[in-house]
């Protein structure tokens, strides 16, 4: 039972979440001040964007077997729910018991950062709700997931709300004026379309299979080359996005610590550019996709430790 529920989880894919918001809250730590109070704020702010990732992949499979649009001939991994192992009623209470703890660990993670300051509060405590709401509504209700506008989800909650808001939170935590840094802005847009990116190469997988379900997502419009044509520019703009905020805000030799970081994801994406027509080949791309996104951001934790370390100590 453990093993179908870790299987439900995608425990991998977490990956993503939590080395985005690790990057933000380093970068609140290096624009901030790193002691007790500001990790314990960026330790809940990480686990509360890893919770809110759960969520989101619960709710993916709870609509998506709603709608039996997980064929036989899925390319990708055999879920729990799709074998009976766990049913609809339990996935459904886990979304909720998932829910009410990113629910809680968010909020207490905001008012330890921001305190009384009321305004920020509620702009943040919209943001969380919109964060859930498009975890849950990505194929259930609305769908918007099926309609082709989960590219725009994912890089608003996964780049910049992810990023940004986790830098300007532990800034709050800090003590200091909450500010955009022109890095920690390139880095959210970078963040963005690298999580694009993960979610490109899977439904570049099941192209033919969405077709088929009526899930028109933008790889299913676009077709298979124009999507590894699509797959390649995104990569391009966010490898600029990315040198361009270490050229901004820090040192030219760190730039080919970030440099060097990109090549697994690019060579990720030329070989899904290159067997864009095998779905076989394409399935195995993902975790590597994945793989290349958190050595990026894990670069990049690596650039802001030692920029710290060799120019603030």
């Given at each position: 039972?453990?093993?179908?529920?870790?299987?439900?989880?995608?425990?991998?894919?977490?990956?993503?979440?939590?080395?985005?918001?690790?990057?933000?809250?380093?970068?609140?730590?290096?624009?901030?001040?790193?002691s007790?109070?500001?990790?314990?704020v960026?330790?809940?702010i990480?686990?509360?964007?890893v919770?809110l990732?759960?969520l989101?992949?619960?709710?993916?499979?709870?609509?998506?077997?709603?709608?039996?649009?997980?064929?036989?001939?899925?390319?990708?991994?055999?879920?729990?729910?799709?074998?009976?192992?766990?049913?609809?009623?339990?996935?459904?209470?886990?979304?909720?018991?998932?829910?009410?703890?990113?629910?809680?660990?968010?909020?207490?993670?905001?008012?330890?950062?921001?305190g009384?300051?009321?305004?920020a509060?509620?702009?943040?405590?919209?943001?969380?709700?919109?964060?859930?709401?498009?975890?849950?509504?990505?194929?259930i209700?609305?769908?918007?997931?099926?309609r082709?506008?989960?590219?725009?989800?994912?890089f608003?909650?996964?780049?910049?709300?992810?990023v940004?808001?986790?830098?300007?939170?532990?800034?709050?935590?800090?003590?200091?004026?909450?500010?955009?840094?022109?890095?920690?802005?390139?880095?959210?847009?970078?963040?963005?379309?690298?999580?694009?990116?993960?979610?490109h190469?899977s439904?570049?997988r099941?192209?033919?299979?969405?077709?088929?379900?009526?899930?028109?997502?933008?790889?299913?419009?676009?077709?298979?080359?124009?999507?590894?044509?699509?797959?390649?520019?995104?990569?391009?703009?966010?490898?600029?996005c990315?040198?361009?905020?270490?050229?901004?805000?820090?040192?030219?030799?760190?730039?080919?610590i970030v440099?060097?970081?990109?090549v697994?994801?690019?060579?990720?994406?030329y070989?899904?550019?290159?067997h864009c027509?095998?779905?076989?080949k394409?399935?195995?791309?993902?975790?590597?996709?994945?793989?290349g996104?958190?050595?990026?951001?894990?670069?990049?934790?690596?650039?802001?430790?030692?920029?710290?370390?060799?120019?603030?100590l």
């Amino acid at each position: 039972m453990l093993s179908d529920w870790m299987t439900e989880l995608r425990v991998k894919t977490l990956l993503l979440s939590l080395t985005n918001c690790a990057l933000g809250c380093s970068l609140g730590l290096y624009y901030g001040v790193v002691s007790f109070y500001t990790l314990v704020v960026s330790l809940l702010i990480v686990t509360t964007g890893v919770l809110l990732q759960i969520l989101s992949n619960l709710a993916d499979d709870y609509g998506d077997a709603l709608k039996n649009a997980d064929g036989p001939n899925r390319k990708g991994p055999i879920r729990a729910v799709m074998l009976g192992s766990i049913s609809l009623t339990q996935l459904r209470k886990a979304m909720g018991t998932v829910t009410l703890a990113s629910m809680i660990v968010g909020t207490v993670s905001l008012f330890l950062a921001l305190g009384g300051n009321y305004e920020a509060l509620a702009w943040f405590g919209f943001l969380g709700v919109g964060a859930i709401m498009a975890a849950i509504f990505y194929t259930i209700g609305v769908a918007y997931g099926y309609r082709g506008f989960g590219d725009i989800a994912v890089f608003i909650f996964f780049g910049p709300a992810a990023v940004l808001g986790s830098q300007l939170l532990v800034l709050g935590a800090s003590g200091q004026v909450v500010d955009f840094f022109p890095d920690s802005v390139y880095l959210g847009v970078a963040v963005g379309i690298h999580s694009v990116m993960v979610l490109h190469v899977s439904a570049m997988r099941d192209i033919d299979e969405d077709r088929l379900s009526g899930k028109k997502t933008i790889a299913s419009r676009l077709g298979h080359r124009f999507s590894a044509v699509y797959l390649a520019i995104l990569y391009v703009i966010s490898a600029c996005c990315s040198l361009t905020a270490c050229l901004t805000s820090h040192k030219l030799w760190e730039c080919i610590i970030v440099g060097v970081a990109l090549v697994p994801l690019a060579a990720s994406c030329y070989r899904s550019f290159s067997h864009c027509l095998d779905s076989k080949k394409i399935a195995s791309e993902r975790k590597f996709c994945l793989i290349g996104c958190a050595i990026h951001n894990v670069s990049w934790i690596i650039v802001l430790i030692l920029d710290f370390w060799v120019y603030y100590l």
